[in-house]
């Protein structure tokens, strides 16, 4: 029995070191990348360790490296503002995730909390939105904001996705329905209003699915490339994700500057990796609580 239990312990571990080394490797991958000469990649594509170990990859990103020497290592003269680009990410994914999770938490309580007719039919109307794939809203959502001449805009980024997440009204609908409502009652009997309720009582209890949907949200709308790529065109809005496509596109060479561009892409990664490594434990508890009711 023991050997049994021996072997079955020895298999879920191989299984969890695979699974970790996946994972892992294509983020040391991306690291090695960006600490190599751009040159010596080329000779050596399948070395493991850095080639050529230098920081120019990382100067030339922040601005920090000369056109000769951007060249003379392989890379192509161009570099990017990453300051401003990053400040365009952080207003885009802030602006959007925080309306997006305003009203629909609105919206779940109004579903899980509420007496109104229709409230059922309404809900399962919003349920058959998680089985549309987004990329058919796009169109409509482009010529919208094309016809209210918000194009270039953060207003035109954020507008279309702002008022509806038929997965975050769910979300919070299904954990709402497991709260105690004594006290809302009580609440209600000694004269509080819905609005004071929900805000004073109920988003307090929901604070952690907030939390975990806001964290999810914000890092979604960070990744976001296609919807900005049509909505956009003016650098002064567009967000860091467009900047590396266009810096992997400047480079006039044969070989594009792929130690820049993996450098330029942990940088833009690593506020998402820091923020999922303090908030990841929230998340999954969040989400394992908030099962279907």
């Excluded at 020497?69 to 925080?98: D, F, K, P, R």
């Excluded at 016809?147 to 507008?159: A, D, K, P, Q, S």
């Excluded at 939390?211 to 914000?218: A, E, K, N, Q």
């Amino acid at each position: 029995m023991s050997r049994k239990l021996s072997i079955g312990r020895a298999a879920a571990w191989t299984y969890l070191v695979g699974v970790l080394f996946v994972t892992i490797f294509p983020f040391y991958w991306i690291l090695r990348t960006a600490l190599s000469d751009n040159y010596a990649l080329s000779a050596h594509p399948a070395s493991l360790l850095p080639v050529g170990f230098t920081w120019g990859p990382f100067q030339r990103v922040l601005g920090l490296a000369t056109t000769e020497q951007s060249i003379a290592e392989g890379g192509s003269g161009a570099s990017i503002h990453i300051g401003h680009y990053l400040l365009n990410s952080v207003i885009y994914a802030s602006l959007s995730t925080g309306l997006i999770v305003f009203f629909s938490t609105l919206a779940a309580y109004a579903f899980a909390r509420l007496q109104w007719r229709g409230r059922d039919f309404m809900f399962s109307l919003f349920l058959t939105a998680l089985m549309v794939p987004g990329i058919l809203t796009l169109l409509p959502n482009f010529v919208l904001v094309k016809e209210l001449g918000l194009l270039n805009t953060f207003t035109g980024l954020i507008l279309p996705g702002a008022l509806f997440s038929a997965f975050n009204i769910f979300f919070l609908r299904q954990f709402m329905l497991g709260l105690s409502t004594e006290i809302e009652e009580a609440a209600l009997i000694d004269g509080a209003g819905k609005l004071r309720v929900l805000f004073g009582i109920t988003l307090p209890m929901t604070s952690g699915p907030i939390v975990t949907l806001s964290i999810l949200g914000f890092i979604g709308m960070w990744n976001d490339y296609f919807w900005p790529l049509l909505a956009t065109s003016d650098d002064s809005v567009q967000p860091l994700t467009l900047a590396l496509a266009v810096f992997k596109q400047s480079s006039p060479q044969s070989q594009p500057d792929w130690a820049g561009l993996m450098a330029a892409t942990l940088v833009a990664a690593l506020p998402m990796l820091a923020l999922f490594m303090v908030f990841g434990r929230r998340i999954v508890n969040s989400i394992g609580f908030s099962g279907i009711k």
